[in-house]
């Protein structure tokens, strides 16, 4: 009898575990890690996808692919297993051996696709086109931390392209813009590693770079300052853009972080801003959470009656300036370059000593090259900003019209 209430109790606790796991929603654990064999694909390429689950048994799944507004593309079945992690991931990869193909319809569109709304995939496009848009993708992998530590925590001489970078705050910030330019202009998504190649992007009319940006190669230099020398426009959203001199591997799946005689990241021997026209160092940080108007008349200011703009964010940068009677104006001759007006500016310091700005840019190189507009700082394509303010909106897409003129 004490037999047959044993059973008789475990079978109801069996059947109140069953209906207590059907209630609980796995999906968000069931992927532990996933990546893909390269940085951004065409249409008509085969997709190697890799991935491992955190439990210790295999099983297959349908997996959804998703546009980057959230709507579905396709699905796929995977199989999935617990796949073991080779000694050093950061610098070497996950190292998995299981992966399925995958491929895209030849006549899907280029953008930022994700598997199930977290992993990124890039689709370039062939066509001529009027924007491309750099998906920061070797950026966001050096910024992706692995078991809580990362390759600038470790001072990693190399980080690793084959293990999981799920989609960044900035990316996920800009979907509505994504939306905006997708439907209103012919668009190109490229990574900051096809910047190598400026066959990927020469055609374009502007060029759009955004969020983390810090790691540049030599080659992703050259193209882009011939790219701007042949009167090609930019969109700046970025704090820390061409700080420091990377190299990528034959493979693209693998950054050198220093060459062999350096045991520190090294930086430019030419700071950023005489690319890009700002850095860092001439902006900083600022308790203040605005931008004061100073060109109110200025095309990328129309439609924003008020006097100052909200942006809060952690870092700013900036072109060199000079005060005239408390007014800042940049320093033209300090930068090397044609041209730069301060649309909005307010105070910021990097160092205790510095009387550094913040704000919103327009610069020319040249007199017969494009142009170059900064909205000052990364956290501008965070939801809390550009997702809820109005006037980061219209600045956003003014930039656009009037480097598209």
């Given at each position: 009898?004490?037999?047959?209430?044993?059973?008789?109790?475990?079978?109801?606790?069996?059947?109140?575990?069953?209906?207590i796991?059907?209630?609980?929603?796995?999906?968000?654990?069931?992927i532990?890690e996933l990546?893909?064999?390269?940085?951004?694909?065409?249409?008509d390429?085969t997709i190697?996808?890799?991935?491992?689950?955190?439990?210790?048994?295999?099983?297959s799944?349908?997996i959804s692919?998703?546009?980057?507004?959230?709507?579905?593309?396709?699905?796929?079945n995977?199989?999935l297993?617990?796949?073991?992690?080779?000694?050093?991931?950061?610098e070497?990869?996950?190292g998995?051996?299981?992966?399925i193909n995958?491929?895209?319809?030849?006549?899907?569109k280029?953008?930022?696709?994700?598997?199930?709304?977290?992993y990124?995939?890039?689709?370039?496009?062939?066509?001529?086109?009027e924007?491309?848009?750099?998906?920061?993708?070797?950026n966001?992998?050096?910024?992706?931390?692995?078991?809580d530590?990362?390759v600038?925590?470790l001072?990693?001489?190399?980080s690793?392209?084959?293990?999981?970078?799920?989609?960044?705050?900035?990316?996920?910030?800009?979907?509505?813009?994504?939306?905006?330019?997708?439907s209103?202009?012919k668009?190109?998504?490229?990574?900051d590693?096809?910047?190598?190649?400026i066959?990927?992007?020469?055609?374009?009319?502007?060029l759009i770079?955004?969020?983390?940006?810090?790691c540049?190669?030599?080659k992703m230099?050259?193209s882009?300052?011939?790219?701007v020398?042949q009167?090609?426009?930019?969109l700046?959203?970025?704090?820390?853009?061409?700080n420091?001199?990377?190299?990528?591997?034959k493979?693209?799946?693998?950054?050198?972080?220093?060459?062999d005689?350096?045991?520190?990241?090294?930086?430019?021997n030419?700071?950023?801003?005489?690319?890009?026209?700002?850095?860092?160092?001439?902006g900083?940080y600022?308790t203040?959470?605005?931008?004061?108007?100073?060109?109110?008349?200025?095309?990328?200011?129309?439609?924003?009656?008020n006097?100052?703009?909200?942006?809060k964010?952690?870092?700013?940068c900036?072109?060199p300036?000079k005060?005239y009677?408390?007014?800042?104006r940049i320093?033209?001759?300090?930068?090397?370059?044609?041209k730069?007006d301060i649309?909005?500016y307010?105070?910021?310091?990097?160092l205790?000593?510095?009387?550094?700005?913040?704000?919103?840019?327009?610069?020319?190189?040249?007199?017969?090259?494009?142009?170059?507009?900064?909205l000052?700082?990364?956290?501008?394509c965070?939801?809390?900003?550009i997702g809820?303010?109005?006037?980061?909106?219209?600045i956003t897409?003014?930039?656009?019209?009037?480097?598209?003129?």
């Open positions: 009898m004490f037999k047959e209430l044993k059973v008789i109790k475990l079978i109801v606790f069996a059947g109140l575990l069953f209906v796991l059907s209630k609980i929603d796995f999906s968000d654990n069931i532990k990546y893909t064999d390269k940085h951004s694909y065409y249409a390429d190697k996808v890799y991935s491992s689950t955190p439990f210790n048994f295999s099983f799944r349908n692919i998703n546009d980057i507004s959230g709507k579905k593309v396709s699905s796929t995977i199989d297993n617990n796949q073991n992690v080779d000694s050093n991931p950061l070497d990869g996950l998995f051996e299981k992966f995958y491929q895209f319809s030849n006549n899907i280029s953008g930022i696709y994700l598997i199930e709304d977290k990124p995939i890039i689709i370039k496009s062939k066509h001529i086109v924007i491309t848009v750099v998906y920061p993708y070797a966001n992998n050096l910024y992706q931390a692995y078991n530590l990362s600038f925590s001072n990693s001489k190399k690793s392209l084959n293990r999981t970078a799920p989609i960044d705050v900035y990316s996920e910030g800009l979907i509505p813009f994504f939306n905006f330019l997708n209103t202009y668009v190109n998504f490229i990574t590693l096809d910047l190598e190649d066959n990927n992007f020469k055609n374009s009319k502007v770079l955004y969020g983390k940006s810090t540049w190669t030599p230099k050259d882009f300052n011939t790219y020398a009167k090609g426009n930019v700046l959203m970025s704090s820390y853009t061409l420091n001199v990377c190299w990528y591997n493979k693209g799946n693998q950054i050198i972080m220093y060459d005689s350096s045991n520190a990241m090294k930086s430019w030419n700071p950023p801003e005489k690319s890009i026209g700002v850095s860092y160092v001439n900083g600022s203040d959470s605005s931008y004061q108007l100073v060109n109110s008349g200025h095309p990328i200011l129309k439609g924003v009656a006097e100052f703009i909200n942006i964010a952690n870092l700013y900036s072109p300036i005060w009677d408390d007014l800042p320093d033209i001759d300090s930068l090397g370059f044609y730069g649309i909005a307010g105070k910021a310091t990097y205790e000593d510095s009387k550094g700005i913040k704000g919103i840019f327009v610069l020319q190189p040249d007199s017969t090259s494009g142009k170059i507009i900064s000052g700082t990364e956290d501008w965070l939801k809390e900003n809820e303010n109005e006037n980061l909106q219209k897409k003014n930039s656009i019209e009037y480097l598209l003129k």
